[in-house]
């Protein structure tokens, strides 16, 4: 087993990345420490390398991974309860939460007092904590999953992030069983969360963005409605009026982060209808909101960041249950290696795949 660890790590906006190879230390108590198959460039990664998003560095980033175990620090099970071997095939959840704190007791480990985010944390030579590198170290707190076989390495990546905070979307929106529901942005969190409402037994999901391009991916999903929008327009698009009978969407999920999207997706909810903000990870203008509208409408809105374990289970579950061309199994357009981490960069920013992913030991 190698010890040797390379690292792209990120100096900040405009410094860009440099490479870092040392000797790995060994592991602490309950740690464990993965190979890094194959690591997907979120969204959030892409915002906070263009300095959209605040982050301290150097650092090292990405978290959605998949990897296989090579050490535990003593005995380790997954989610599960199976012990973890050398060997498995994993993934984990995006953070580390200490299951005792206040918000851990509340069902809400993504707000743990004591969290450790992958791919927005200080490493050390015990090994990174992000997968732009050869090597992860997972920190106790950590809920590990073994990835079924049927998934590939590439199919796979996204799970941690982009397919359990969809899972996590759908399951805060409430009841979605014959539903209408409007998702606001066609980006990879747009399409998961489109097909897993429809695969959670939604009647209909209308997919929105401004950029037509992006619609592409909705066409081909039984059940989904492309809808190419104005950046600022309130009045509710026919598409709509026709599957509601004018009423409007039951459930909006907005993933976008825009302003104007949120305005519009609230205003083209029926009376009672709800929206769950997924998007808004980052500062954007403030939202006109009339509060006596929303009394009147009836109207219920909700934020979600990041998901629970219990999600990410879920979210393996519902990836291996489709067929191998569906679009939230086959995000990742194209890979490439670690030393070619500016190239990934531009090709993810390009928005000509869904996701770009990073193999740092292929």
């Not at 980033?61 to 199976?82: F, K, M, T």
């Not at 969290?115 to 090597?135: F, I, N």
């Not at 996204?158 to 969809?166: K, M, V």
């Not at 291996?320 to 569906?326: G, H, I, K, R």
Request: net charge negative.
């Amino acid at each position: 087993m190698s010890r040797t660890c390379t690292a792209a790590v990120f100096d900040g906006t405009g410094t860009g990345f440099s490479f870092n190879t040392f000797q790995l230390e060994p592991i602490a108590e309950g740690d464990v420490l993965v190979e890094v198959a194959a690591c997907a460039l979120c969204g959030s990664d892409l915002h906070t390398i263009a300095g959209r998003r605040t982050c301290s560095g150097p650092t090292v980033l990405g978290h959605e991974i998949v990897g296989r175990v090579i050490e535990n620090g003593g005995a380790v099970a997954d989610w599960s309860g199976q012990a973890l071997e050398p060997g498995d095939r994993v993934t984990w959840t995006i953070a580390a939460s200490c299951g005792s704190c206040f918000y851990c007791q509340k069902s809400l480990p993504q707000k743990c007092e004591h969290l450790v985010k992958y791919g927005h944390a200080d490493s050390d030579s015990r090994g990174p904590l992000g997968g732009l590198a050869t090597h992860c170290r997972l920190l106790p707190g950590t809920a590990i999953f073994q990835v079924p076989d049927t998934l590939d390495d590439l199919q796979a990546a996204p799970a941690n992030c982009c397919t359990a905070t969809s899972v996590a979307a759908v399951r805060q929106a409430g009841d979605i069983h014959g539903a209408t529901l409007l998702v606001m942005g066609a980006g990879s969190l747009g399409v998961t969360v489109a097909e897993y409402a429809l695969h959670r037994g939604a009647a209909s999901v209308v997919l929105a963005d401004i950029d037509a391009s992006r619609l592409k991916t909705a066409s081909a999903l039984p059940g989904c409605t492309p809808l190419h929008i104005d950046a600022s327009g309130l009045e509710m698009p026919e598409s709509i009026r026709q599957l509601t009978d004018g009423r409007g969407v039951d459930i909006a999920v907005d993933v976008s982060g825009a302003t104007s999207a949120i305005e519009s997706a609230l205003a083209w909810l029926r009376v009672g209808g709800r929206i769950v903000l997924v998007g808004s990870v980052f500062s954007s203008p403030p939202i006109a909101l009339d509060p006596e509208t929303v009394v009147r409408r009836m109207l219920s809105i909700s934020g979600l960041h990041n998901y629970r374990p219990d999600d990410l289970a879920e979210a393996l579950a519902f990836l291996a249950e489709l067929p191998a061309d569906a679009p939230s199994r086959s995000l990742a357009g194209r890979s490439y290696p670690l030393s070619e981490i500016d190239q990934a960069v531009a090709a993810a920013d390009s928005n000509e795949h869904l996701r770009v992913v990073i193999t740092p030991n292929a």
